[in-house]
Protein backbone atom coordinates (compact mmCIF):
# COMPACT_ATOMS: atom_id res chain seq x y z
CA UNK A 1 0.00 0.00 0.00
CA UNK A 2 1.69 3.34 -1.29
CA UNK A 3 -0.17 5.68 1.68
CA UNK A 4 -1.37 3.91 4.54
CA UNK A 5 -4.15 4.98 6.35
CA UNK A 6 -4.71 3.55 10.16
CA UNK A 7 -8.10 2.57 11.00
CA UNK A 8 -9.41 4.59 14.57
CA UNK A 9 -9.02 4.29 17.42
CA UNK A 10 -5.49 3.98 16.83
CA UNK A 11 -3.77 1.13 18.66
CA UNK A 12 -0.60 2.51 19.99
CA UNK A 13 0.31 -0.47 22.00
CA UNK A 14 1.16 -2.08 18.56
CA UNK A 15 2.84 1.08 17.75
CA UNK A 16 4.81 1.41 20.36
CA UNK A 17 5.90 -2.59 20.31
CA UNK A 18 6.39 -1.85 16.34
CA UNK A 19 3.39 -4.54 15.74
CA UNK A 20 0.97 -4.33 12.96
CA UNK A 21 -1.19 -1.60 13.19
CA UNK A 22 -4.85 -1.77 11.51
CA UNK A 23 -5.19 -0.24 7.95
CA UNK A 24 -8.04 1.33 6.46
CA UNK A 25 -8.89 2.84 2.73
CA UNK A 26 -8.59 5.97 1.37
CA UNK A 27 -12.58 6.47 1.49
CA UNK A 28 -12.44 5.29 5.36
CA UNK A 29 -9.80 7.67 6.12
CA UNK A 30 -11.57 10.19 4.87
CA UNK A 31 -14.60 9.56 6.65
CA UNK A 32 -12.85 9.30 10.27
CA UNK A 33 -10.79 12.96 9.27
CA UNK A 34 -14.54 14.38 8.52
CA UNK A 35 -16.36 13.11 11.94
CA UNK A 36 -13.53 14.78 13.92
CA UNK A 37 -14.14 17.69 12.38
CA UNK A 38 -17.67 18.01 12.20
CA UNK A 39 -17.60 16.77 16.03
CA UNK A 40 -14.66 19.39 17.22
CA UNK A 41 -14.87 22.61 18.28
CA UNK A 42 -12.40 25.57 17.54
CA UNK A 43 -9.59 25.77 19.84
CA UNK A 44 -10.15 22.05 20.95
CA UNK A 45 -7.43 21.13 18.87
CA UNK A 46 -4.20 22.78 20.90
CA UNK A 47 -1.98 22.15 18.36
CA UNK A 48 -3.61 23.95 15.99
CA UNK A 49 -7.27 26.20 17.11
CA UNK A 50 -8.29 26.91 13.43
CA UNK A 51 -9.48 23.09 13.48
CA UNK A 52 -13.09 22.36 14.06
CA UNK A 53 -16.28 24.70 13.20
CA UNK A 54 -18.82 27.20 14.23
CA UNK A 55 -21.45 24.20 14.95
CA UNK A 56 -20.34 24.32 18.54
CA UNK A 57 -20.45 27.93 19.42
CA UNK A 58 -24.01 27.62 18.81
CA UNK A 59 -26.96 27.61 22.29
CA UNK A 60 -28.36 24.24 21.22
CA UNK A 61 -31.22 25.27 23.40
CA UNK A 62 -31.99 28.61 22.28
CA UNK A 63 -30.91 28.27 18.48
CA UNK A 64 -33.83 28.39 16.09
CA UNK A 65 -31.54 27.19 13.11
CA UNK A 66 -32.68 30.32 10.87
CA UNK A 67 -31.21 30.52 7.21
CA UNK A 68 -28.55 33.11 8.37
CA UNK A 69 -27.23 30.45 11.68
CA UNK A 70 -27.41 27.55 9.21
CA UNK A 71 -25.00 29.25 6.66
CA UNK A 72 -22.62 30.46 8.89
CA UNK A 73 -22.31 26.80 10.21
CA UNK A 74 -22.14 25.48 6.71
CA UNK A 75 -19.45 27.92 5.66
CA UNK A 76 -17.45 27.38 8.79
CA UNK A 77 -17.37 23.36 7.79
CA UNK A 78 -16.76 24.22 4.43
CA UNK A 79 -13.68 26.07 5.25
CA UNK A 80 -12.54 23.38 7.44
CA UNK A 81 -12.57 21.12 5.07
CA UNK A 82 -11.22 22.83 2.40
CA UNK A 83 -8.11 23.53 4.74
CA UNK A 84 -7.71 20.65 6.56
CA UNK A 85 -8.61 17.94 4.00
CA UNK A 86 -6.13 18.26 1.28
CA UNK A 87 -7.25 15.08 -0.48
CA UNK A 88 -11.11 16.36 -1.11
CA UNK A 89 -11.89 18.67 -3.93
CA UNK A 90 -15.43 20.16 -4.97
CA UNK A 91 -16.81 19.92 -1.37
CA UNK A 92 -20.44 20.61 -0.77
CA UNK A 93 -21.89 20.50 2.78
CA UNK A 94 -25.42 20.13 3.61
CA UNK A 95 -27.28 19.99 7.52
CA UNK A 96 -30.52 19.37 7.98
CA UNK A 97 -32.33 19.88 11.55
CA UNK A 98 -35.06 17.25 12.56
CA UNK A 99 -36.75 16.95 15.82
CA UNK A 100 -37.10 13.18 16.34
CA UNK A 101 -38.80 11.34 19.58
CA UNK A 102 -36.69 9.24 21.76
CA UNK A 103 -37.46 6.67 24.01
CA UNK A 104 -36.99 8.07 27.70
CA UNK A 105 -37.53 5.41 30.07
CA UNK A 106 -41.21 7.07 31.08
CA UNK A 107 -44.86 6.75 29.97
CA UNK A 108 -43.87 10.34 27.44
CA UNK A 109 -40.79 9.97 25.24
CA UNK A 110 -38.82 12.86 24.86
CA UNK A 111 -38.52 14.97 21.69
CA UNK A 112 -34.10 15.45 20.72
CA UNK A 113 -33.06 17.96 17.92
CA UNK A 114 -31.12 15.68 15.40
CA UNK A 115 -28.43 17.13 13.08
CA UNK A 116 -27.86 15.33 10.20
CA UNK A 117 -24.82 16.11 7.66
CA UNK A 118 -24.45 15.00 3.98
CA UNK A 119 -20.66 16.18 2.59
CA UNK A 120 -20.27 15.80 -1.15
CA UNK A 121 -16.71 15.91 -2.75
CA UNK A 122 -14.42 14.29 -5.30
CA UNK A 123 -11.20 12.32 -4.09
CA UNK A 124 -8.37 14.73 -5.97
CA UNK A 125 -5.76 11.79 -6.24
CA UNK A 126 -8.81 8.87 -8.17
CA UNK A 127 -11.00 11.77 -9.26
CA UNK A 128 -14.05 9.65 -7.40
CA UNK A 129 -16.85 10.61 -6.18
CA UNK A 130 -17.33 10.68 -2.18
CA UNK A 131 -20.53 11.32 -0.27
CA UNK A 132 -20.43 10.71 3.50
CA UNK A 133 -23.29 11.21 5.75
CA UNK A 134 -23.43 12.04 9.80
CA UNK A 135 -25.39 12.61 12.04
CA UNK A 136 -26.24 13.42 15.68
CA UNK A 137 -28.63 14.61 18.60
CA UNK A 138 -27.95 17.75 20.30
CA UNK A 139 -28.94 19.27 23.38
CA UNK A 140 -27.89 16.85 24.96
CA UNK A 141 -25.05 15.65 22.52
CA UNK A 142 -25.80 11.99 21.71
CA UNK A 143 -23.64 10.47 18.77
CA UNK A 144 -26.28 8.02 16.25
Known amino acids: MLNP ?39 ELLSDEQFGNKLWDEDFDNVSYRNKQKEKILISIGKTITRFEKRLEKVKVEMSVQQEETPSGTADPSMKRKLEFTITAVISATNEPITYRDGFFISPLAYN
Do not use: Q, W
Open 5 to 43: YYKLPLELENIVSRKEVRKCSLKDSIAHHLHLMLTTSFG
